[in-house]
């Protein structure tokens, strides 16, 4: 008589439990369904409105002007850097006459002169870096400003030197864009980048230098020379 009681209380308890686990489940299909509904409704509604993005910057980053140069004081690699109205080629010596290097000295001529005339062929660029452990490029952009004192977005010309590891000197050409330069004032953008990278990109910018074509006669260059 035990097994006889015992069995059809053990069936009942076993389906109540069953009865109880289908419960559970539909209502926690029930409260998925509600929250996938829910969250539909909240993807479908904007909570905030976009804000128009704005320049995070406090104000406008500028490099380093190279047009004023501090006698021992470097600027960037550059040991020294000047405008010039061209180079002449010396042969550096290990200090005895005779003796000499396969590195030449270049020396620019009228260095300091930032105003041409219309007709000149090229405006040059003369610098000095402490020895190069790996070769480099230095580049140039020249950009018009305007009246206003708003730089161009566009370069007139570019020019770029790949100096080789271990040489000091080098030169960057700046050729007039057409038959004759426009008169006004001109922006050098100054970069320097390891070979192989783009050389005309902002974060490869070191410092900038300025000149003016005008069609009167330009005033006698500075007389300084580069540091020895």
Same mark, same amino acid.
């Given at each position: 008589?035990?097994?006889?009681?015992?069995?059809?209380?053990?069936?009942?308890?076993?389906?109540?439990?069953?009865?109880?686990?289908?419960?559970?489940?539909?209502?926690?299909?029930?409260?998925?369904?509600?929250?996938?509904?829910?969250?539909?409704?909240? @993807?479908?509604? =904007?909570?905030?409105?976009?804000?128009? %993005?704005?320049?995070?910057?406090? @104000? /406008?980053?500028?490099?380093?002007?190279? =047009?004023?140069?501090?006698k021992?004081? *470097?600027?960037?690699?550059?040991?020294?850097?000047?405008?010039?109205?061209?180079?002449?080629?010396?042969?550096d010596?290990?200090?005895?006459?005779?003796?000499?290097?396969?590195? *030449?000295?270049?020396?620019?001529?009228?260095?300091?002169?930032?105003?041409?005339? *219309?007709?000149?062929?090229?405006?040059?660029?003369?610098?000095?870096?402490?020895?190069?452990?790996?070769?480099?490029?230095?580049?140039?952009?020249?950009?018009?400003?305007?009246?206003?004192?708003?730089?161009g =977005?566009?370069?007139?010309?570019?020019?770029?030197? @790949?100096? *080789?590891g271990? @040489?000091?000197?080098?030169?960057?050409?700046?050729?007039?864009?057409?038959e004759?330069?426009? %008169?006004?004032?001109?922006?050098?953008?100054?970069?320097?980048?390891?070979l192989g %990278? %783009?050389?005309?990109?902002?974060?490869?910018?070191?410092?900038?230098?300025?000149?003016?074509?005008? =069609?009167?006669?330009?005033?006698?260059?500075?007389?300084?020379? /580069?540091?020895?």
């Amino acid at each position: 008589m035990n097994p006889m009681i015992a069995g059809p209380s053990a069936n009942l308890s076993v389906s109540g439990g069953g009865g109880g686990v289908v419960c559970g489940l539909l209502a926690l299909l029930c409260v998925a369904s509600g929250l996938g509904l829910s969250a539909a409704i909240v @993807e479908g509604r =904007d909570l905030m409105v976009p804000k128009e %993005q704005v320049t995070t910057e406090f @104000e /406008p980053t500028e490099t380093p002007s190279m =047009d004023v140069h501090q006698k021992g004081v *470097p600027q960037s690699l550059f040991t020294w850097i000047k405008m010039a109205r061209g180079y002449e080629v010396e042969w550096d010596t290990f200090g005895r006459k005779g003796w000499y290097t396969q590195d *030449p000295r270049l020396k620019p001529i009228a260095p300091g002169t930032t105003m041409f005339l *219309p007709d000149t062929p090229a405006v040059y660029i003369v610098f000095e870096v402490a020895p190069l452990e790996d070769p480099a490029q230095f580049a140039a952009q020249v950009f018009p400003v305007g009246a206003d004192g708003k730089t161009g =977005d566009r370069a007139v010309v570019t020019d770029s030197l @790949e100096v *080789p590891g271990h @040489e000091r000197y080098g030169f960057l050409e700046l050729k007039k864009p057409s038959e004759l330069w426009p %008169q006004g004032t001109y922006l050098v953008k100054i970069y320097i980048t390891s070979l192989g %990278q %783009q050389p005309f990109h902002a974060v490869n910018q070191v410092g900038t230098m300025r000149f003016v074509v005008t =069609d009167q006669p330009p005033a006698s260059a500075p007389s300084d020379s /580069p540091a020895r």
